[in-house]
């Protein structure tokens, strides 16, 4: 079993930064892929954003590109996401994920994954 545990978050006004940051116990963020998603509320969880190959590839969805940043620090076993320009569209729970079967492949909202436990982001206007 793996344990995924998230920090980070808040509550911000408009134009605001925040980070979040996620670990997993018996997991390596440098040989695997992590994913960050969002379920914002009576909308379907989606997928923010993701990283693999040691952090030299990186996916963002379209809404987020050139605000947030996704990185990992290998030494620490630590994958963050910065926020930036918060807009309150952002306003949801975050979740970090890594897949249950070939943790090397990214996790999507329709694979079986390990999720953290939620963080809330609350963007005011």
């Known amino acids: 079993q793996v344990h995924v545990v998230q920090s980070g978050g808040g509550s911000v006004q408009a134009g605001g930064s925040l980070r979040l940051s996620c670990s997993a116990s018996r997991y390596t963020p440098s040989s695997n892929c992590v994913g960050w998603f969002r379920q914002a509320p009576g909308k379907q969880r989606e997928r923010v954003a993701v990283?693999?190959?040691?952090?030299?590839?990186?996916y963002y969805v379209d809404s987020v590109k050139g605000r947030f940043t996704i990185s990992q620090d290998n030494a620490k076993n630590v994958v963050y996401l910065q926020m930036n320009s918060l807009k309150p569209e952002d306003t949801a729970m975050y979740y970090c994920?890594?897949?249950?079967?070939?943790?090397?492949?990214?996790?999507?909202?329709?694979?079986?994954?390990?999720w953290g436990q939620g963080t809330q982001v609350t963007v005011s206007s």
């Open positions: 994920a890594i897949r249950t079967f070939l943790p090397d492949t990214c996790p999507t909202t329709q694979t079986n994954n390990y």
């Open positions: 990283i693999w190959s040691g952090g030299s590839s990186t």
